[in-house]
């Protein structure tokens, strides 16, 4: 096995990538830029080497700094987590050239699914069902608009490298054509560097079904089943869940062997993701293949017992996979939620500052992958995902309960989270009877709700606000800490200063 | 005992508090055991109300309104006593502290300014769209509050901004 490997990423899939090179044996080295220099990801590694850029992000984009750091500290093969240089097949080449080992598949894989153009033909060529749409990227607005017309509204624009939601526009008429139109091409151009936008179809209200697939170098595939990730946010998946409610034996079976010809198609090798929509009449189609380990595996993980970051490692080492798809079981099911640093009353912006106070749930069935501690700092240069949260039950309900257990006693103060939010998904009748699709919280969702749970705790409030009000009337030191802790303009402390004047 | 209106979100309570040791306070005529049973850092509390228990974050924001955390949710809190009410007359009726016919729109989180969608004497409604703000890798749109006219506009695009930083001015009309 290896003995040392380079974790070219940070937060909590560098956390996840350390512990799965632990329980192998192996010695892992982080990476960090100088925001990150207290990060936990970083104090997980045996070695870390801090990397450089004028903006943060820049730095775990270096492909050179990367190859020198995993020379220099010794390191046989470089994990690159999801994100950053995960998906660029430049990386993967440059990796292949210095002689480390690249863990994920080879240049060529990322390359052609990387290119939803590219994909499109040879998913299709492959037999693999895809969305009707255009064959090659779009850059002219009048072109693409008669296109559009053609293939019929609603459609939807697609950033050519694009992945994560980012340079995508749902578009319902010729009105409001151009502006989703120069909008998508320039969150492309942003996200990606290249502002070319291809265009489909529009699914309307399809269900977002993705099969894991493993591959070894020596030609064996497994299907490890699905994921449904329909509850999105504008495009960003929020819960993903394992099994699907509504995949029959039969179907998953398709899928999977679908999924497997798909990844055939490209020679893949290591893990990957199969996205698919599936429509209401139970027909999929084929939308991207994530050449990477994904955000949301730890409920395949959950659900099969397969350690899939480890068994990553040991493909990349050159061995066989260490199961066949007929020793595959699935067990029980699994949910997990993202705890993004967005403000669910204030139109979900991302939030920043300090973790003053953290509370992680544990317990029985519960999975925390986590790239936070206590002091940690949130800041604005990176993606506002916090952690993961994942539940485990012997069926959904179960799962679902141990979540909302979970999710309560999860206490994250210094900066807004969208836990509320989770909770009140996770009770809603609708997410609870299975049947929803990736337009629930457009459609279905009250997001009134949250402005009706809140209410219910306001006499509690009121409670604690006039003892506090009173404890600062009565205790100076109290008062003063508090003052410490408020900046000036409190209007609390105003109040205090008036009592006090007049009394 | 003292009487203060506490203002939750926009709802008022009454609460009679006395000066002494006891556990209870009186809310809108009822008594309710309140004690705080452990204290975390400089602001995280554990209360318990009527035996209830709650974890509390008491923060103040950036504009100096104060707010109690509970769970996520993010309470608005005003409290107002007798002196205060005083003050409060005395400047409704000198015409002062009307409320503005201006909006002033802020920047809600650290940004770059991608594109400003009015210029200043636009006729704006309710809703449109003003500004597009990019944090974190994804645009998002800054509407306005009031229908009204674009007196000022001092962002400029490319710009990065901090969070609070004034975008543009708005007078209703």
């Known amino acids: 096995m290896f003995k040392r ?26 990476v960090y830029h100088e925001v990150d220099r207290e990060s936990p990801f970083v104090h997980h590694a045996d070695f870390a080497y801090e990397i450089y850029s004028a903006q943060p992000k820049g730095a775990y984009l270096d492909i050179n700094q990367l190859i ?24 993967s080449f440059a990796c292949e050239e210095k002689e480390i080992k690249f863990i994920g598949p080879h240049p060529h894989a990322i390359e052609v699914m990387g290119n939803k153009t590219k994909a499109r033909e040879l998913m299709s060529k492959a037999g693999v069902p895809i969305v009707p749409g255009t ?30 939601g980012k340079g995508m526009r749902k578009v319902f008429s010729d009105d409001e054509f151009l502006e989703g139109f120069e909008s998508a091409q320039r969150e492309a151009l942003k996200a990606f560097g290249d502002d070319s936008v291809y265009i489909e179809k529009f699914i309307e209200n399809p269900k977002h079904i993705e099969i894991q697939i493993i591959a070894d170098e020596h030609g064996n595939y497994v299907h490890l089943g699905e994921r449904d990730c329909s509850i999105q946010r504008r495009h960003q998946k929020v819960i993903e869940e394992a099994p699907s409610t509504v995949l029959t034996e039969e179907i998953r079976a398709q899928m999977g062997e679908v999924a497997i010809n798909a990844a ?10 199969v996205e698919f929509l599936l429509d209401k009449d139970k027909k999929f189609y084929f939308l991207e293949m994530n050449t990477r380990l994904q955000v949301e595996h730890p409920v395949t993980e959950a659900v099969t017992g397969i350690d899939l970051a480890k068994e990553q490692i040991r493909i990349a080492f050159g061995e066989k996979l260490s199961f066949t798809q007929d020793e595959i ?20 912006l991302p939030d920043t500052g300090t973790i003053h106070y953290l509370r992680e749930p544990g317990g029985k069935g519960v999975r925390l992958d986590s790239g936070i501690e206590q002091s940690s700092k949130v800041t604005i240069h990176f993606d506002p995902m916090l952690a993961k949260l994942i539940t485990w039950g012997k069926d959904r309900e179960e799962a ?44 279905t969702f009250d997001f009134k709700i949250l402005s009706k749970m809140k209410q219910e705790y306001e006499e509690i409030i009121a409670s604690i606000a006039a003892y506090t009000y009173r404890k600062g009337i009565q205790d100076k030191s ?13 209007k609390w402390k105003e109040n205090w200063l008036i009592h006090r004047k007049y009394s | 005992m003292e009487e203060i209106i506490i203002n939750v979100n926009g709802n008022d309570f009454t609460a009679q508090i006395p000066h002494d040791e006891s556990d209870f306070i009186m809310l809108n005529g009822k008594p309710i055991d309140i004690r705080q049973l452990k204290q975390y850092g400089t602001n995280v509390f554990s209360f318990s109300v009527n035996n209830k228990l709650l974890l509390v974050e008491l923060d103040i924001h950036e504009t100096g309104t104060s707010y109690i955390n509970a769970d996520g949710f993010y309470h608005e809190i005003d409290i107002t006593n007798d002196t205060k009410r005083l003050i409060q007359k005395y400047l409704r009726d000198s015409g002062l502290g009307v409320e503005s016919t201006h909006a002033k729109i802020k920047a809600p989180m650290p940004g770059m300014i991608i594109k400003i969608l009015v210029e200043e004497g636009a006729h704006v409604e309710k809703g449109d769209k003003l500004i597009l703000i990019e944090a974190m890798k994804m645009e998002n749109a800054i509407s306005s509050p009031i229908k009204g006219k674009v007196i000022h506009v001092k962002a400029r695009e490319g710009e990065a901004v901090e969070k609070d930083a004034f975008l543009i001015e708005i007078e209703a009309e």
């Open chain 1, 264 to 273: 055939k198609a490209c020679g893949y090798v290591n893990a990957g993701t």
């Open chain 1, 400 to 443: 679902l309960q141990r979540m909302d257990r979970a999710l309560q006693n999860y206490r994250i103060k210094g900066v807004k989270t969208i836990i509320p939010f989770l909770i009140a998904v996770i009770r809603h009748p609708v997410f609870r009877s299975g049947y929803f699709d990736t337009g629930f919280l457009e459609n």
């Open chain 1, 135 to 164: 064959e090659s990227p779009i850059q002219n607005v009048n072109d693409a608009m008669i296109i559009a017309r053609e293939i019929g509204y609603p459609i939807l624009l697609k950033a050519s490298a694009g992945g994560g």
């Open chain 1, 5 to 30: 490997i380079l974790v070219a990423n940070r937060g909590e899939i560098a956390v996840r990538i350390i512990r799965a090179a632990r329980d192998l044996g192996i010695e892992t080295v982080a």
């Open chain 1, 329 to 348: 079981k699935w067990t029980g099911h699994s949910i997990e939620c993202r705890i993004y640093a967005e403000d669910p009353f204030n139109g979900y």
């Open chain 1, 478 to 490: 109290y008062r003063l800490s508090m003052q410490k802790q408020f900046v000036k303009k409190s």
């Open chain 1, 68 to 91: 020198d750091v995993a020379k220099k500290s010794g390191c046989q093969a470089v994990h690159p987590g999801y994100g950053f240089l995960s998906e660029r097949a430049e990386f």
